[in-house]
Each structure stands twice: as structure tokens, then as C-alpha cells.
């Protein structure tokens, strides 16, 4: 849900399977700074 809602992975940017896996990469690597940036708050 929180890449779909929060960082537009519900629509593609741009047009083309390229550019859609390069979105999708910086997405999911996005997410995951985020969550290991949270669990190194504890």
C-alpha cells in the first residue's frame, strides 16, 4: 500500500518498460531507506 499511495507506483511517470523498472527501483529503494532508517531509530 505505501508505494502505491505514497510514492506514485500506482502510475507510471513516464512511458516505456525502461523507464517503469527505473521508477519502480527508485520507489522500492526509497521505501527501504525509509524503513531501515526507522528501525535505526530504536
Known sequence: GELKNAH???R????GINNMEM???IALFTV???????LAQL
Open 8 to 10: 506514485g507506483f500506482g
Open 23 to 25: 521508477q519502480a527501483a
Open 32 to 38: 527501504n531507506v525509509k524503513r531501515i532508517l526507522k
Open 12 to 15: 507510471a511517470i513516464a512511458y
